[in-house]
Structures are given as structure tokens and as C-alpha cells.
């Protein structure tokens, strides 16, 4: 079986397009499109139904599509193991992540990166929908979040504390709460989907459905709006902390913490299969934001205290 032939079949199922998969892989459209038909001819099926429009799996093509991830990957891996030590990391690395922290802390660390790895390429898809990484043939998914029960395997990044804020001038406006429910008398700003906030109270959880002057689906444009005076956000210390040290933002609420505290992790599908590629990029990225990342020192140095829940483990 053609090792080139499973590349492309993996590509084509991801971007469900044979001539767009071929470029990825420096083919053309007439030579990907001969070298599926030689793959479905060694196998005896068809894996893919053609049309003028589009591309999509037979019944025969999904079941054997996570047999030739897993046999790309062992190949990688068998390649890397003569000579450890000599082979580099090589290929493409694929990671998805949200769109605000891809940008931030993502692509700034990426430079020391693919330095350090120049055989490396990386495409990196950064939105704040969560996508199926196996179904789009990702690597790498980088997600803030609590995780639930899950297939794929996971590796903790940093932790992530959220604050609520405002600008100064939105409080000297409208007044400081002083507890929750004083929230239900102020304008907020909020991410959608997001737009009831829990706290923790003496007295237990209290949730409060937010008055939204504003929503957004972006978390740098929730904090900016709210930089602008729109009203009270809540955001993560990772976005907001160059804000929170210049005074843009001021924390507020800080004697009652917010229940929705969430990690940054890495998420990849298989430990058994980790490509050399994956396993340099998950070190990489776990030293470089450290048990305390750079956003905490950063307020600690400015000796800036925010509030925070008792930190959870790795």
C-alpha cells in the first residue's frame, strides 16, 4: 500500500476536495485524482463518491479512514526510531485553537518553535467554534475549558483564573457592585452564550442572568468593548492582564469568585501514536507557559493581586 496514496486519502477526507488535498501535498489535480483511483484499486472499494461539486466518504471510506491515521502515524513513528536522536521532526503540524488565544499567546510562540524545528510546518486554525479534530485531521486541539469525559487524551497547559472588570470610567459612571446581584442593575458586556455568571457566596452558588448592553463571540472584543466603557465583563486573566496592569480595566467583585474557572489544555487523539512531531510541539508549548504562565507573572510583578480560586493540579 502506497504510503503517499494514504496521505492524500487522509487530506481528501478532511478537506473533502481531491484537487485542493492534492496542492496541500504539491500534486496535481489530474495526479491526485489518479493516485485515489490506484488507492481504491489496490484496496478493491471505493472510498469516495465524486461529484462536479463536491467530495464526500462511502460507507467503505469511513471505515477505513481511522486505519490509515493510524497507520500514517505508525510509519512516522518507525521513521523517527532509526537513528534517535538524528531525526528531526518533520511534516506538517495542523492545531486548532480559540481565535483570542491563538492569536495572543499562540503565534508569539511559534517563533522559537518552528526555529528550533525548521523541518516543521504548521497550519494553524484558530476559531472560537470547537471543531472535530479527528474529522478535520487535526493534531493538535488547544481548548480552554473544564473537560468532560472524552475519547482523546489530554495534557494541561496552564491554568486559567477569569475576572470580572470594567473600565474606570464605566464605574465612575454607573457605580461599583458591591455583590452579584448588584449586577442586575448595571449594563455588561458578554460572550455569547455566556451571559449567566456564578458566583460563589457564603451562602452558596448564586447565578446572574446578566444585562447585555453588549455580546460578542470573540473574547478580545468583549474585553475591548468593555476597555470602551460598555460595561462589566468577565475575562480571562490570559486576555485581559495587559489591561488590568495599565488600568484600562479594574477588577471588581473580587471577594466573591466565579465558579466557571477553566484550564488551557492540549488534546490529542491517541498517547499510544504520539507522532514525534505532536510530542515536541505538547513539550514545547508546557515549558514555555510554565506552572506559573507569563500573564500571572506579569501581574505579580506589577504587584497586582487578583483573586483567585485554589489553583488545581496538573
Known sequence: MNIEHLKLFVRVAALKNISKAGRELGL??????????????????????????KVSLT??????LPH???????????????????VKPS????VTAPASFGRMHLIPALDAFM????DLRVDLHLSDTIVDM?????????????????????KKLAPVHRVVCASPAYLKRAGTPEKPEDLLSHQCVTLMGLETWTFRTP??????????????????AVRDAAVCGLGITISSLWCCYQQLISGELVPILEDYPLDSQTDIWALFPSSRLLAPKIRVFLDYLADYF????????????????IAQPKSRGR
Open 91 to 94: 511534516g506538517r503540524l495542523r
Open 134 to 154: 479527528v474529522e478535520g485531521g487535526f493534531d493538535v486541539s488547544i481548548r480552554d475549558a473544564s473537560l468532560q469525559d472524552s475519547s482523546l487524551v489530554a
Open 115 to 118: 526555529t528550533q524545528y525548521p
Open 203 to 220: 451562602e452558596g452558588l448564586n447565578s446572574i442572568r446578566t444585562s447585555n448592553r453588549l455580546r460578542a463571540d470573540n473574547g478580545e
Open 28 to 53: 496535481s489535480a489530474a495526479v491526485s485524482s489518479a493516485h485515489m483511483t490506484q488507492l481504491e484499486e489496490s484496496l478493491g472499494v471505493r472510498l469516495v463518491h465524486r461529484t462536479t461539486r
Open 290 to 305: 510554565g506552572e506559573t504562565p507569563y500573564w500571572q507573572r506579569a501581574l505579580d510583578e506589577a504587584a497586582l493581586s
Open 68 to 86: 490509515a491515521r493510524d497507520l500514517l502515524e505508525q510509519v512516522e513513528l518507525a521513521r523517527a526510531s532509526v537513528g534517535v536522536g538524528s
Open 59 to 64: 460507507e467503505e471510506g469511513q471505515a477505513f
